[in-house]
């Protein structure tokens, strides 16, 4: 499929940045705004969730954005535009070659991701999923106990060289993953598919699976909302990044205005 270049790149965070969990229903009248005005200066709008494609999908359509978002990355990795039915496809290679390595993965890792079972089951209180779409997944039952999780994996990872394994967390949720997929490794594939310079992506997200595109490797313009965690604040704030004063849309809508207040205004 044949992709226009694009000028600039808006990465956003779903749940909890682009929307209020409260009131998944609607879109923040003034992030519609800003949205469909830099949209017009030839910059791609990507949602870049840890949901599935299809719950992702659903959360656009009923937060009810006046236009689909030109990419959608799903599951923290996953890169997927719509074709010319509306149809979320994959883009390019990126989610087959994603796919294969954390099959690859997760395999070479059985016994180490094995032996973390064991920990949860019998020293927390932390439940451990498993199904065919999430092979590997914890829920703690605080984020407090989610702390003591991640440092025990933190440890094990190292002791063990668990080579290129790593996990994603958002409050008490967390699942494992290949180190060289997350949402900023996918954000920069997208925006090296478009032709978009480091300096000319957005980024902005509220939690502790965003912090890998949180950085001045994936882009030149990096935010976070009011409501963000304490540890997302922090690291915007020692990148010189822009901490905005909104909770959730409003947030984001006024990162916009910080970034792109030349555009906004013309």
């Not at 830099?38 to 840890?50: K, L, P, S, Y």
């Not at 927390?124 to 999923?129: E, I, M």
Request: glycine share 6%.
């Amino acid at each position: 499929m044949d992709r226009p270049q694009k000028e600039w790149l808006l990465c956003f965070d779903f749940d909890g940045t682009f929307i209020d969990p409260e009131k998944s229903h609607e879109i923040d009248p003034a992030l519609q705004e800003a949205l469909s005005l830099i949209r017009e200066q030839n910059a791609a709008i990507v949602i870049n969730t840890g949901r599935s494609l299809m719950e992702a999908a659903a959360g656009i359509h009923r937060c009810g954005m006046d236009f689909l978002p030109d990419y959608i990355i799903a599951l923290e990795r996953e890169i997927y535009e719509p074709n010319k039915f509306k149809r979320w496809i994959d883009l390019g290679k990126w989610n087959i070659k994603c796919r294969k390595d954390h099959v690859k993965l997760l395999k070479r890792q059985k016994k180490f991701i094995e032996s973390i079972k064991v920990y949860i089951e019998t020293e927390t209180k932390a439940r451990w999923v498993a199904s065919q779409d999430e092979p590997a997944a914890i829920i703690a039952t605080s984020d407090e106990e989610m702390d003591r999780i991640c440092s025990h994996i933190d440890v094990q990872i190292i002791e063990k060289k668990a080579k290129s394994l790593s996990y994603e967390r958002n409050t008490i949720y967390l699942r494992f993953s290949h180190s060289e997929y997350n949402k900023g490794t996918a954000a920069v594939a997208l925006a090296k598919t478009l032709g978009v310079t480091v300096e000319n992506t957005f980024v902005i997200g509220d939690n502790y699976n965003d912090l890998k595109m949180l950085n001045r490797e994936v882009a030149g313009m990096i935010a976070c909302p009011a409501n963000s965690v304490p540890t997302v604040k922090k690291e915007v704030e020692q990148i010189g990044g822009f901490v905005a004063s909104k909770n959730y849309g409003a947030g984001a809508a006024e990162a916009l205005s910080h970034f792109f207040k030349a555009l906004l205004k013309g």
